[in-house]
């Protein structure tokens, strides 16, 4: 008896005397505070709540590791592996707790202590049963968590498909939806994921665990001190029963696997059990039991046939929203993005899973940069948040690569009650609309300036004429000046309908055989002749140029509105050039990507200078675009804005290209290239 109760003082005084000397210890190096770097999101075992608070199995360990320890402040500094291991080595943090050991970790640092050890396990729809151990998984589809040791097991199997998943969550999915036949994966956050959606009676585990993890704290080679403290923590955690409470706390079973021969004892014990249970219902109501089977597989059929049909209405219906050529976004009631499409994703430009669970507010953060009004974006977004009860649009531009606008449509969404259950949010390119607006308006004003003008001096002298008697002179210049006015309103017209010629894809490009220096030569005299040869216009010609296949008549209105828009732009007494050369390398001003320069070249390349104002770098870019006047030059130079637009679309039809280099107050070059047939 006296031995016994020594033996009952020394363990209830062991733990105590531990504490004890522990504390003595610490007096000289004390740490005020212990950095730990650990997993970002492996729930149960350490993930950030609902409230933003950083929790789990792994996080109350190291917590009460801390307060034996005698830290004053225990921090996290939860992030991905490669980072925390990177903090680790640089010294910004002191260990790292919940990671699985390697022999590669192990050389370069010090696991501490072990408190954790998992296995991982086969995963199968309860309805399977052709699937028993590893080897049946010969010739099926399986899913297994990314970096657990268990696939190097599966590797070893011939036959096999297999798919590295993130999460559990994704693993349960795709083995819900037929997409796998099995999935191995850490038993205890899988049974954690199943407990948290009610999905225990789906799934079931079959053979033994295919692998064996121990799971322990992980610190410098050089702090020896601190890792024989964090041992000595978790000895006495072990000794005090307390890792076991935190362990059921997040699990709710015991932390040490039964012994085989219990796990056998109970087995038998509940056949037994279950086999009288069967006898008696067998007995005292055969009918009633083969009735209620009855029921009971008729409510599963129906069951299974339900969600059947909710799972297709659920694929059909995300097949739908993806299909969207609109962006869709969910927000919750607590102003979380819940939910966003591949469409939506892309005109913000992040990644759906970047956006996820973030404020809406992440939404004008990165746009900031990118939309041509920032801060009326962020007025508008914030209004909205004031009442997101009131369905809103916002509009805005983005001018990063080429301009877009983009509109948001947010609208409540409410349940079946009526209750306020979140945001939806459209999101519409209306690029093409605006552009469309604004074509509609330049064409009103052109209509009420461009073709008024002609018409109002063809009715005013033609009413003149119609009533009075005129000397012969006169009359001469009164028709003279209608023919002239005549001209220009067919001008614009020709110019309207070849652009929506053009554009509409009608335009057939008939390419035959073509001297380019004859044909620039042709154009030009022409041109001299209608000019009166008020203006020298000099061609050279750099070099022998081949015949080209092209459209000799659009070549021809080409090179017309280039010279007509060099004459009007140049300076009295300035001459217009023409360049002639054959192309065989690209220049770098050009900007033109290998691919480009690859289809482009070798080509004739036509260069039309003149020498005048020139335009302003901004302006460079908008030339080409229908109707789209310089702003200098708008309100002394007639013109439609049509000339440069026809020039383009020939030029491209063509599989060429046209652009224009500018030196303000001195000279313009407009050069166009179009290529030579390959043989």
Known sequence: MKRVECLRLAFCVLPCLVLAGLAHAQKSGRLERLLIGGPADMPPYAYMDSAGVYTGYSVDIMHAAGEIMGVENVLFYPALPDQSLKNLSQGTINCIHFIRYSPDLARDFTFAAFYMESSSVIFVPNERYDIANLEDLQ??????????????????????????IESPEKAFQMLHHGKVDAYIGERLTSLHYLGKQGMEKKFKIVGSEVSHSRFGVLTRKQDEELSQKLEKAYQILDKTGKRDRIFYQWFGENFHAMPFLSRQTIRWVMIFVVTSLLVAMIVLGWNLLLQRELELKAVAVEKAELHR???????????????????LMLVDPNGAIA???APGAQYLGRRAEDLLMHPLTVISEHLLSKVKDPENLIRKLELAELNPTRPTVIEYTVTTTKRQDIRLKLFPVRDRHGDFAGRGILIEDITHEREVERLKSEFVSIASHELRTPMTSILGFSEILLNKSLPADMLKRYLNQIHSEAERLTRILNDMLDLSYLESGEGVIEKKPVNVMELVNEVVDNFRAQIKDRREIRVACNGHIPVVMLDRDKIVQ?????????????????????????????????????????????????????????????????????????????????????GLSIVKRIVEAHGGRVWAFSEPGSKTVFTVLIPLEKS
């Open 339 to 341: 939910y966003v499409n």
């Open 139 to 164: 010739g099926k589809r399986v899913a297994i968590l990314r970096e657990d040791p268990a696939y190097e097991d599966l590797r070893k199997i011939k036959s096999y498909y297999t798919r590295q």
């Open 309 to 327: 049909k909710i799972a297709e209405e659920k694929t059909r219906f995300e097949a739908i929203v993806q299909s969207m050529t609109e962006g």
């Open 558 to 642: 080409v090179l017309w509105n280039l010279l007509s828009n060099a004459d009007k732009y140049s300076f009295e007494g300035r001459k217009v050039l023409i360049d002639i050369t054959l192309c065989h390398l690209a220049e770098p001003e050009w900007r033109l990507s290998q691919e480009e320069t690859e289809m482009l070249l070798p080509a004739a390349e036509i260069q039309v200078t003149d020498f005048g104002e020139g335009i302003a770098q901004d302006q460079l870019s908008l030339i080409f675009i229908p109707f789209y006047r310089v702003e200098t030059a708008v309100h002394t130079i007639r013109g439609t804005g049509l």
